[in-house]
């Protein structure tokens, strides 16, 4: 016996979640099938909202219901400071630190030569437009200490040489393969008070 067609298009969908593979997304669908109908209207409904409602900071481009976001227009925050964080789940981690008190840019992923992802597939030609818009005096390179990570923050690094700006990296505290969303705040808080100048290594041709 088949599954039902309605429940195969639900398998189907939730398999568009990351990491969310058939026999998770089955197990998801199943569960849902087993939820009262009121709860499950709701769940569909909170998806609707959050899509029409979130869109990224014209700015720094976290996710927010406002634009600018509420850290952009803090009068408050250190305007002269930007970090670099490759998700809006980072922004979360690093202000929950509470050791950061000036502005963001979510890069949106990070470089992957083997999956042909290139500095023209992240934002860093908005971030190099921030700077060059004048009035910011550090860029601490927040992206994860991953392989993808490192060679990332090594290319802004390249960047924004000769801009006449502090460029910083977190201390090597975070251990190497961690993400910054799954780090507890006083870690990050840590790797943030020990961040460090980054001097670019010179770009490997491929």
């Known amino acids: 016996m088949n599954r039902p067609k309605s429940i195969r298009q639900l398998i189907e969908a939730l398999q ?71 998700a809006s789940e980072d922004v979360i981690a690093m202000e929950s630190s509470k050791s950061h008190n000036g502005l963001y840019h979510v890069l949106g992923g990070n470089m992957n030569v083997v999956k042909g992802i290139g500095p023209d597939k992240i934002r860093v030609k908005e971030l190099l437009d921030r700077v060059r818009s004048g009035g910011i005096k550090e860029v601490l390179i927040a992206t994860n200490p991953t392989l993808d990570g490192e060679t990332t923050a090594s290319h802004i690094a390249r960047q924004l040489t000769g801009m006449g700006i502090r460029v910083t990296r977190p201390a090597r505290g975070l251990p190497r393969g961690a993400d910054l969303d799954y780090l507890d705040g006083e870690t990050l808080s840590h790797a943030y008070k020990l961040r460090q100048t980054v001097d670019p290594e010179p770009e490997r041709e491929i």
């Open 16 to 86: 568009k979640f990351p990491g969310v593979g058939p026999r998770s997304a089955q197990r998801m669908a199943e569960s849902i099938v087993k939820m009262d109908y009121e709860t499950a209207r709701e769940m569909a409904r909170a998806i609707v909202r959050v899509k029409k409602s979130i869109s990224p900071c014209s700015s720094c481009f976290v996710n927010t219901e406002q634009n600018p976001c509420e850290i952009c227009s803090d009068p408050e925050r250190d305007h002269t400071f930007i970090c670099v964080v490759e």
